[in-house]
């Protein structure tokens, strides 16, 4: 699911930057101060709004992909440590079995 909003997000910013280009280029051959220019001019804002938008939003979804690989590792670590203090104590408990006993087989 990551890789596919991922993947969705550098197509809209690929998207905007294209649709930018091309507004820009239409605009510099319509008559100066006319209404379709100022049309051209304001698809090419919306599509510079877009595309970094669209880069934002790809630099959230790293982060955010960063942060659960951190956090994953985290939670890997302290079920790994849980795991290693039961068995110590399930050991500690053994001996301490075990030292019972011989004291009371010596008495």
């Known amino acids: 699911m990551e890789k596919v909003v991922e993947d969705v997000a550098e ?3 690929t998207a905007g930057e294209r649709v ?3 507004a820009e280029e239409i605009g510099e051959h319509l008559p100066e ?7 051209a001019l304001f698809v ?4 510079e709004r877009i595309a970094k938008d669209a880069d934002l939003a790809g630099d959230i979804i ?5 942060a659960e ?3 994953s590792s985290f939670i890997k670590q302290s079920g ?11 050991n500690d408990q053994t001996e ?3 030292e019972q006993s011989k004291e009371q087989s010596l008495n």
Not at 80 to 90: F, N, P, R, V, Y
């Open 11 to 13: 197509m809209v910013e």
């Open 20 to 22: 930018d280009k091309v």
């Open 33 to 39: 101060g006319s209404k379709l220019q100022k049309a």
């Open 44 to 47: 090419e804002n919306a599509a």
């Open 62 to 66: 790293e982060k955010i992909e960063a």
């Open 69 to 71: 690989n951190e956090l």
């Open 80 to 90: 790994e440590s849980k795991e290693e203090d039961d068995a110590k104590q399930k």
């Open 96 to 98: 301490a079995l075990n």
